[in-house]
């Protein structure tokens, strides 16, 4: 049915199949899924185990904090989502500082973490610490669910960073325009997928308790 | 006219790289599955190399050649270096990336340059598991598999390894994802779904398991890595971890991971066996079917690796029981293969030879992964060598044939040469009796209780394991004298025609070797892929 | 031959903005929700409630709602395998 085909010439790609380039970033995305998926799992298990535990824990936690980065990310896919509608309109540089804010609150976002992670840290509380191991067990697998998950999350959002950089350049060189949007738009399918894991996060973390 | 640079077909060199260079920066598939298949192969045999020492040291009770320590290590490397080096890319990366585009008509795979980053990825992550050898520390000595306890206390350079295997399974998901989308997208005008292959059928299911199992080995090996480094505590029991949620984690990938290895296996098979029977296939759809069915129930029955393990009666059953079911369309498949034979005209090239060896190691095996199944007998042969007979006979005696099958059938098509048939015939017999020899006592000294995974045994399983031992010479010698005939053949063979073997797929519709972009004018399609002239 | 095919739709503006809010609305109910204590109930409300955050980013702001049907099909795969796992694996820690 779809009989397209790309030439191999890698020097100019004059023709890209566009349906093809995001069909590719949806299914890395399929195996992102996947991979958070096996973090979640495992705190599937471990809060059915310790259901009492993760509820008095989960308090510890700042949830103004957590709600405030929420809100961060959520907008900071809203300017992603700013910036495809701008470039397919046509307007590059429009599109490019709407990238640039995203990287901003992006920023905040790893600020805001920085600190909620160096205050747990300041009480001693990190994986493998003795105050840590000195609490019960639900505690420990909760703030070790929490810090991987947070730093699984955390080391995407900082990638994604480097990504929309790149974008950024790409598009003030007229590499990305609105005639060959594609890798600003599988971007954008990557950030918001980092969204998405927020998401969930934000709940199964800091609203339990 | 028939040039010399012509007959060399995509061996000429293009591009701005001159070569070496224009080898491994390139991004034709056809350079890239044979850069894949050199280093596969030599991996391989790496991998032999370790499986002969462990033969050795198991020739006589007590201590061989090695003490239990290197002889930990030399299973623990075995495993990693075959399944993750060897048997899991093998046929995908290798003739998957040749063949695929042509089989379907296309020019390329739909993301090139994705394609040799998997394949850096490969080399990348093989480097590092060789680099694990000499580490401090040592190399690994918790079986392929990591378990912990043991992979967290030991203090062997199990995180370097983990990690290997991290980056070799991004190599797995690139490809994968490259495949689908190939697929999807770039088939030849008129190629319907049902018109295509079983190959690109076997190595799409296969992509999809790639795509979507991978990814939970990554994170549990990721895990381990923290768990070693930073003691988590989500596999241990002290901390409120539990062991079975790294098996669980481990054996989610790992058992989709054998049908990633041996789909394209079948899909090579189902190629084969229509051409030397001089017939279509039986039952295409039939084998359309139990493909993705395989690839779908598959992914759902890990947790027999784990009866023994005290996990609930509750599992126990149902795992058992759809692990029965995903016996069923192999099961399709056999009976489809010796159809297709039936009242064909049976041509008895070494590709033929090969996949009826396959047909008849992989239904030993499978059979006898039904008595593993099933919960009662799974209790008294769990971590015996039963278990270790059953795996190789399906994945060496199935997916490793499988691979000779498709080496021997492809080679004049790869190479533009041809290799002795007579030579070929007699590896293929050597290597087949070599199988037996070494495998089946196994069986029975799993049977008897011999546990795997010891350097030493009691006396009474002397004999079997000598019986075994000289099987893995016989073996090798099979493998060896192979070898050094497809190297003669490459060498010094007479050169190839489009269509040896008179096939019906595309791919012998072009010159041996292919050219660059493989078709001149990209065909229309307009019937199915083993129809025959005269039928 | 072939062209760069152009996206059939964009999302405006203003299509964004309202996404946006709505998903600032879900926030601000949920974290309602978390101060009441419903037990089992609210935590479940703020499983779906994500849900439905996340669906709302998948759909407009992933354009999943624009795409074809195999994409949401694909999707629903990847969505069905790790609900499935995560299902078989109870199937064992919960009834030890």
């Given at each position: 049915m779809?009989?397209?085909?790309?030439?191999?010439?890698?020097?100019?790609?004059?023709?890209?199949?566009?349906?093809?380039?995001?069909?590719?970033?949806?299914?890395?995305?399929?195996?992102?899924?996947?991979?958070?998926?096996?973090?979640?799992?495992?705190?599937?298990?471990?809060?059915?185990?310790?259901?009492?535990?993760?509820?008095?824990?989960?308090?510890?936690?700042?949830?103004?904090?957590?709600?405030?980065?929420?809100?961060?990310?959520?907008?900071?896919?809203?300017?992603?989502?700013?910036?495809?509608?701008?470039?397919k309109n046509g307007a590059a540089r429009l599109s490019a500082l709407y990238q640039l804010l995203t990287i901003i609150f992006a920023l905040v976002f790893l600020i805001i973490k920085y600190y909620e992670w160096s205050a747990k840290i300041g009480h001693?509380?990190?994986?493998?610490?003795?105050?840590?191991?000195?609490?019960?067990?639900?505690?420990?697998?909760?703030?070790?669910?929490?810090?991987?998950?947070?730093?699984?999350?955390?080391?995407?959002?900082?990638?994604?960073?480097?990504i929309i950089a790149v974008m950024i350049n790409m598009t003030t060189k007229n590499k990305i325009s609105e005639k060959d949007f594609v890798r600003l738009e599988n971007t954008g399918l990557y950030w918001h997928f980092v969204d998405v894991v927020w998401v969930y996060l934000f709940p199964l973390l800091y609203l339990i308790g | 006219m028939i040039t010399r640079e012509s007959r060399r077909g995509f061996y000429s060199a293009s591009g701005k790289y001159r070569g070496i260079f224009s080898w491994i920066f390139s991004t034709d598939h056809k350079r890239i599955g044979i850069l894949y298949l050199i280093s596969i192969l030599a991996f391989f045999l790496i991998g032999v190399t370790f499986g002969v020492l462990m033969r050795l040291e198991l020739i006589a009770p007590g201590s061989t050649i090695v003490e239990a320590q290197t002889y930990n290590s030399f299973f623990t490397l075995h495993g990693i270096i075959m399944i993750f080096f060897f048997i899991i890319p093998g046929i995908p990366a290798s003739f998957g990336n040749f063949f695929l585009p042509i089989l379907i008509g296309a020019r390329d795979v739909a993301f090139p340059r994705l394609n040799l980053l998997s394949w850096w990825f490969y080399i990348i992550a093989a480097t590092l598991a060789l680099a694990t050898l000499i580490m401090p520390g040592g190399?690994?000595?918790?079986?392929?598999?990591?378990?912990?306890?043991?992979?967290?206390?030991?203090?062997?350079?199990?995180?370097?390894?983990?990690?290997?295997?991290?980056?070799?399974?991004?190599?797995?998901?690139?490809?994968?994802?490259?495949?689908?989308?190939?697929?999807?997208?770039?088939?030849?005008?008129?190629?319907?779904?049902?018109?295509?292959?079983?190959?690109?059928?076997?190595?799409?299911?296969?992509?999809?398991?790639?795509?979507?199992a991978t990814p939970v080995l990554a994170i549990t090996v990721l895990l381990l890595i923290l768990e070693r480094s930073f003691g988590v505590g989500f596999f241990d029991p002290q901390k409120?971890?539990?062991?079975?949620?790294?098996?669980?984690?481990?054996?989610?990938?790992?058992?989709?991971?054998?049908?990633?290895?041996?789909?394209?296996?079948?899909?090579?098979?189902?190629?084969?066996?229509?051409?030397?029977?001089?017939?279509?296939?039986?039952?295409?759809?039939?084998?359309?079917?139990?493909?993705?069915?395989?690839?779908?129930?598959?992914?759902?029955?890990?947790?027999?690796?784990?009866?023994?393990?005290?996990?609930?009666?509750?599992?126990?059953?149902?795992?058992?029981?759809?692990?029965?079911?995903?016996?069923?369309?192999?099961?399709?498949?056999?009976?489809?293969?010796?159809?297709?034979?039936?009242?064909?005209?049976?041509?008895?090239?070494?590709?033929?030879?090969?996949?009826?060896?396959?047909?008849?190691?992989?239904?030993?095996?499978?059979?006898?992964?039904?008595?593993?199944?099933?919960?009662?007998?799974?209790?008294?042969?769990?971590?015996?060598?039963?278990?270790?007979?059953?795996?190789?006979?399906?994945?060496?005696?199935?997916?490793?044939?499988?691979?000779?099958?498709?080496?021997?059938?492809?080679?004049?098509?790869?190479?533009?040469?041809?290799?002795?048939?007579?030579?070929?015939?007699?590896?293929?017999?050597?290597?087949?009796?070599?199988?037996?020899?070494?495998?089946?006592?196994?069986?029975?000294?799993?049977?008897?209780?011999?546990?795997?995974?010891?350097?030493?045994?009691?006396?009474?399983?002397?004999?079997?394991?000598?019986?075994?031992?000289?099987?893995?010479?016989?073996?090798?010698?099979?493998?060896?004298?192979?070898?050094?005939?497809?190297?003669?053949?490459?060498?010094?063979?007479?050169?190839?025609?489009?269509?040896?073997?008179?096939?019906?797929?595309?791919?012998?519709?072009?010159?041996?070797?292919?050219?660059?972009?493989?078709?001149?004018?990209?065909?229309?399609?307009?019937?199915?892929?083993?129809?025959?002239?005269?039928? | 031959m072939e062209h760069t095919e152009r996206a059939a739709h964009t999302v405006s503006y203003k299509a964004n903005i309202l996404v946006w809010l709505t998903l600032l609305v879900l926030t601000g109910l949920t974290v309602i929700i978390a101060g009441i204590d419903l037990g089992g109930f609210g935590i479940l409300m703020n499983i779906l409630i994500a849900s439905l955050k996340a669906g709302l980013i998948v759909y407009i702001f992933m354009h999943m709602k624009y795409e074809s049907l195999l994409f949401k099909l694909m999707l629903l795969m990847a969505i069905a395998t790790l609900t499935v796992i995560i299902m078989l694996t109870f199937l064992d820690t919960l009834y030890r």
């Open positions: 779809n009989a397209t085909n790309t030439t191999t010439d890698t020097a100019h790609e004059t023709h890209v199949d566009y349906i093809g380039s995001k069909m590719g970033m949806w299914l890395f995305l399929f195996t992102e899924i996947l991979f958070f998926g096996g973090l979640f799992l495992l705190y599937a298990v471990y809060r059915s185990s310790f259901s009492q535990e993760f509820y008095t824990t989960s308090a510890q936690l700042d949830m103004t904090i957590g709600a405030i980065n929420t809100i961060v990310l959520i907008t900071s896919s809203l300017t992603m989502a700013f910036s495809i509608t701008a470039i001693g509380i990190y994986p493998g610490s003795d105050a840590l191991l000195s609490q019960g067990q639900g505690t420990i697998i909760f703030y070790s669910l929490y810090f991987v998950m947070t730093g699984i999350h955390g080391i995407h959002v900082l990638a994604g960073i480097v | 190399p690994p000595d918790a079986g392929w598999t990591f378990y912990p306890p043991y992979s967290i206390k030991t203090t062997t350079s199990v995180s370097l390894a983990a990690f290997a295997a991290f980056i070799v399974g991004f190599s797995s998901i690139l490809t994968g994802l490259n495949f689908i989308t190939t697929i999807h997208r770039l088939r030849a005008p008129g190629m319907k779904w049902l018109r295509m292959p079983l190959f690109p059928w076997a190595l799409y299911a296969t992509s999809w398991v790639q795509v979507l409120g971890g539990d062991p079975l949620m790294f098996q669980h984690l481990f054996w989610i990938y790992s058992h989709p991971a054998v049908y990633i290895m041996i789909l394209p296996a079948m899909g090579i098979i189902s190629e084969v066996i229509p051409v030397f029977s001089r017939k279509s296939v039986f039952g295409y759809k039939a084998i359309v079917f139990s493909t993705v069915a395989i690839g779908v129930v598959g992914y759902l029955v890990w947790g027999h690796h784990m009866f023994t393990t005290g996990m609930s009666e509750e599992a126990q059953l149902i795992f058992s029981l759809i692990t029965f079911i995903v016996a069923v369309p192999s099961g399709i498949k056999v009976f489809n293969w010796v159809s297709t034979m039936y009242r064909g005209s049976i041509v008895m090239a070494p590709p033929m030879l090969f996949s009826l060896a396959f047909v008849f190691l992989f239904s030993i095996g499978g059979l006898t992964g039904l008595a593993n199944a099933s919960v009662a007998t799974n209790v008294h042969i769990h971590d015996t060598f039963f278990i270790v007979a059953h795996f190789h006979y399906v994945m060496f005696g199935g997916t490793g044939f499988a691979f000779f099958a498709g080496l021997h059938y492809w080679f004049p098509k790869m190479f533009g040469k041809t290799y002795s048939q007579r030579v070929a015939h007699l590896s293929c017999i050597v290597m087949f009796l070599g199988f037996h020899i070494l495998y089946f006592p196994m069986f029975i000294l799993g049977w008897q209780g011999m546990p795997r995974r010891f350097y030493d045994y009691i006396p009474a399983f002397h004999t079997g394991n000598l019986i075994s031992t000289i099987g893995s010479w016989v073996l090798v010698t099979g493998l060896l004298i192979m070898v050094i005939n497809l190297l003669r053949g490459l060498f010094k063979g007479e050169a190839a025609v489009s269509n040896p073997w008179d096939g019906t797929t595309l791919e012998w519709q072009i010159p041996s070797p292919p050219p660059k972009e493989n078709f001149e004018t990209i065909p229309t399609v307009t019937h199915g892929p083993y129809t025959r002239s005269q039928e | -």
